[in-house]
């Protein structure tokens, strides 16, 4: 079966600090996204993207930037982390230019404090 | 960007009802449709989808949706929930071709034993 795995699942960081968020797949995907899942607001796309070393904005880009390095390898990065980035962080990926089933990984949820 | 709503937020049914979760979309072009599902502390999982073909699609669970295009919907259904059902619901939607997933809101749905 399909894994996504993302590095931690809870995580605490201060304002203004450099925030890493990691996600692994392992079944060869081309597509990998970061998502926000906020109560009430549902899932919102931060980034995606479909191959190596390419991404693109989604929803919610600003205050974020991503880097896909790697294939198998997403990871989200927030500059200079903020009270209001304070949120359920999930990765997903999947196969082929229709995305016909997202796989996600359990979520990281990030506490700014 | 596309707009996905689901108006209903919480939906609390004894075992045995009938469920009927409503979802929009604000594409007129030709879209995927989908319905994910988040039980109690899992990850977020593929319920249904709809690509092309028979607009009355069913899932795992017993659970079905119908696409009516003429209103831009894809409600879910399933005629007898059971309190394993109880989780919380997204419908997405990608435009067809593009490998971006936007979500709703999400309609919490607790079963009541």
């Known amino acids: 079966d399909v894994k996504v795995t993302q590095s931690s699942r809870y995580l605490v960081k201060r304002t203004g600090e450099k925030v890493f968020l990691e996600c692994v797949q392992d079944m060869d995907h081309e597509n990998m996204f970061w998502y926000r899942q906020d109560p009430g607001l549902g899932l919102r796309l931060i980034y995606f993207s479909y191959d190596v070393k390419m991404k693109e904005k989604g929803d919610i880009p600003e205050g974020y930037s991503v880097s896909r390095e790697k294939k198998e390898r997403f990871s989200l990065i927030l500059e200079s982390a903020s009270t209001n980035q304070t949120s359920m962080y999930l990765c997903a990926s999947c196969k082929g230019r229709q995305c016909e089933k997202l796989f996600f990984g359990s979520g990281t949820q990030l506490s700014v404090l | ?113």
């Open chain 2, 1 to 113: 960007a596309q707009s996905v709503s689901q108006h209903n937020h919480h939906v609390i049914l004894s075992e045995a009802a009938s469920l009927e979760l409503g979802c929009n979309y604000s594409y007129g072009g030709t879209v995927n449709l989908f319905w994910y599902v988040q039980y109690p502390g899992q990850h977020l999982q593929l319920l249904l989808k709809y690509f092309s073909g028979d607009p009355l699609v069913k899932g795992i669970k017993g659970f079905e949706a119908e696409f009516i295009k003429s209103k831009f919907s894809f409600n879910l259904r399933k005629p007898s929930v059971q309190w394993s059902d109880t989780a919380e619901y997204f419908c997405a939607v990608n435009e067809y071709g593009a490998n971006n997933l936007f979500f709703g809101t999400g309609t919490r749905l607790t079963v009541i034993p």
